[in-house]
């Protein structure tokens, strides 16, 4: 891998170079809540486009409405508004069944803090994501052993958590939110607990699965390193885009 510190110049919306098809298209959503019997508008009016096999940053402060736009992408919530549709599927006109399907088929997640579970080896963590899928057993062995040396941990299968480093830990997640093919990848501030290290070499798996496998990368961050390796940067403040 990579380990240079050397970043690049944050590259906005409009200077995006990725060419091809619309895998994912936001268009108009706006998210409300509300809390102790007051609304709270979390995201007003966003529209935006993502390519297919594009690495693409979303940052902004906290409270800008990050988690909530990843949230509505990944489709673990619904807009109150506006529409939202990846690799062709409107995803707020979905049941809950079939939106639990396409989560499993299309989106891998990783997030901020692993969710690993602590009585299960590395190979069973990642292996558990594939059960709910129609992937044989054989298949589902041959696909972790894979992913298990894309990300490096080819010698750690049969180790628990407990045992592993914080940047073995989002490695062995990111290994999980691949295990099903997605076509995209959903990552909410993934980066965050970790060092400096260990962070270059996530941002690195990210790059590799959008360079080899053609999978999308939605990522958010206040890493301003993190942004700067994305294909384009999507800023959020006070829930639409700056």
Known sequence: MDRSRNTKPIRTQEASSIEGEDILSVQNISKTYKLSGNKVTALNGVSLQIKRGEFVAIIGPSGSGKSTLLQLMGGL???????????????????????????????????????????????????????????????????????????????????????????QLQRAAIARALINNPHIIIADEPTGNLDSQNTQEVVDLFRQACRELNTTVVIATHDPMVASKADRTVILKDGALA
């Open 77 to 167: 919530d619904k807009p109150t508004s506006g529409t939202i549709v990846v690799d062709g599927t409107r995803l707020e006109s979905l049941s809950d069944r079939r939106l639990s399907r396409f989560r499993n088929q299309t989106v891998g997640f990783v997030f901020q803090f692993f969710y690993l579970q602590p009585f299960l080896n590395l190979s069973r963590n990642i292996e558990v994501a594939a059960m709910p899928s129609r992937m044989k057993k054989g298949e589902r062995k041959k696909r972790i052993a894979q992913l298990a040396q894309r990300v490096g941990l080819a010698d750690r299968l049969t180790h628990y958590p407990r045992e592993l480093s914080g940047g």
